[in-house]
């Protein structure tokens, strides 16, 4: 068993302080909308609530944040705030990977995501042995997810380097000459 740790300051910054002050926003506009206070004009208070209403629920309730991934020899599991999504590798239909800014930042999702589970932002920047867990995470989908096209890009690359270097022709530099 492995588990990947999002470093415990970074965590309390990035997610669980964003989270707490997106709650204060939503009580903020809550209050306006239903005319207790007047901070913000009504419509800009629905909006703020909408907004920071969907970054509470990511955070609190689905976990899109989770501190730690542990895996195992038959899941992989995702977790926060005493909450864990644990996903047994039999149970996977499909394992999405798509790197934002490369494997510094990823969203993963699986078996489609949903409102409550399955979707997760990891800052593989901060977690404990992040590249490790970026590579599992890349060749998990690999395994899971044979027939896409990231997965068939891979194996052409794969191929290219095994015969020694890209398909692609020699460079022609601006005079024409190779």
């Known amino acids: 068993m492995k588990t990947y740790r999002y470093e415990q300051a970074k965590f309390n910054v990035s997610v669980t302080v964003t989270g707490i002050f997106c709650l204060l926003l939503c009580v903020v506009s809550v209050t306006d909308v239903m005319g207790v206070t007047d901070l913000l004009p009504a419509p800009v208070a629905a909006l703020v609530l909408i ?3 969907y970054q509470v629920w ?3 309730v689905s976990i899109a944040n989770p501190q730690d991934v542990i895996i195992d020899e038959e899941s992989i ?3 926060a705030f005493g909450r864990r999504d644990r996903f047994a ?3 996977i239909r499909s394992f999405s990977v798509r790197e934002v800014g490369g494997d510094a930042r990823i969203y993963v999702r699986v078996n489609g995501g949903g409102l409550l ?7 593989t920047l901060y977690m404990s042995d992040g590249k490790e867990l970026f590579q599992w995470l890349e060749d998990f989908e ?3 997810e044979p027939d896409s096209l990231k997965a068939r890009a891979r194996r052409s690359s794969e191929r290219d380097a095994k015969r020694g270097g890209s398909p692609l022709p020699n460079r022609i530099d601006k005079t024409g000459r190779k």
């Open 51 to 53: 907004v920071a209403g």
């Open 77 to 79: 599991t995702f977790g």
């Open 117 to 123: 589970r399955g979707r997760y932002w990891l800052q």
């Open 58 to 60: 990511n955070t609190f």
């Open 142 to 144: 690999y395994r899971v």
């Open 89 to 91: 590798f039999a149970d």
